[in-house]
């Protein structure tokens, strides 16, 4: 499973929006992530 880096979302947000989404794209990938573990086990 390929983990989240803050360049890889980076990359994918548009510059003029960074700052506004990136916290909430941010939060979505840790509950994604949070979700599968909590799958895995």
Do not use: Y
């Not at 947000?13 to 979700?35: D, H, K, M």
């Amino acid at each position: 499973m390929s983990k989240f880096t803050g360049n890889e979302l980076e990359i994918k947000i548009n510059p003029e929006l960074e700052e506004e989404i990136n916290g909430t794209i941010l939060n979505e990938a840790c509950v994604v992530i949070n979700l599968r573990k909590n799958f895995d086990k």
